[in-house]
């Protein structure tokens, strides 16, 4: 099941049927357990690997999934199975990031599913100049 908070839906042939006040959400966790790869360009795109459970079983369902950088630079969903995301990195901004050697800043990529998220620690590597 995809990540996000589910009411259960039941419907008879005249409709949708009102649930009593009782009723609870079932919350379903977004996991990451690996991104390959850890390492990735400033140019970016780099097809990134995310591995894990409460993914969508496809990238054409109507779930909100959103990958991003804290730059703001996003990860293109490419396709999406229950147990995988691959998505294509942008061109990452690091103006006004302290750059230090080996040439290498420490990001958090942050994975958003329903409004469920989760973060990963990714390394970017600025151009040597």
């Known amino acids: 099941m995809v990540a996000g908070s589910w009411l259960p839906k039941i419907t008879t ?9 009782g009723v609870t959400a079932h919350d379903v966790s977004l996991v990451v357990s690996t991104s390959t790869p850890s390492t990735i360009t400033q140019s970016g795109g780099e097809t990134l690997q995310l591995l894990g459970t409460g993914f969508p079983a496809s990238s054409s369902t109507e779930d909100v999934v959103e990958i991003t950088l804290d730059d703001g630079t996003p990860c293109n969903l490419v396709s ?3 147990t995988e995301l691959t998505c294509q990195m942008g061109t990452i901004n690091l103006s006004g990031a302290l ?15 329903n409004g469920v998220s989760v973060s990963s620690s990714m390394i970017v590597g600025a151009p040597r100049l």
């Open 99 to 113: 750059i230090t050697e080996p040439n290498t800043e420490q990001m958090t990529l942050t994975i958003s599913i």
């Open 13 to 21: 042939v005249v409709g949708l049927v009102p649930l009593d006040a």
């Open 80 to 82: 999406s199975t229950p």
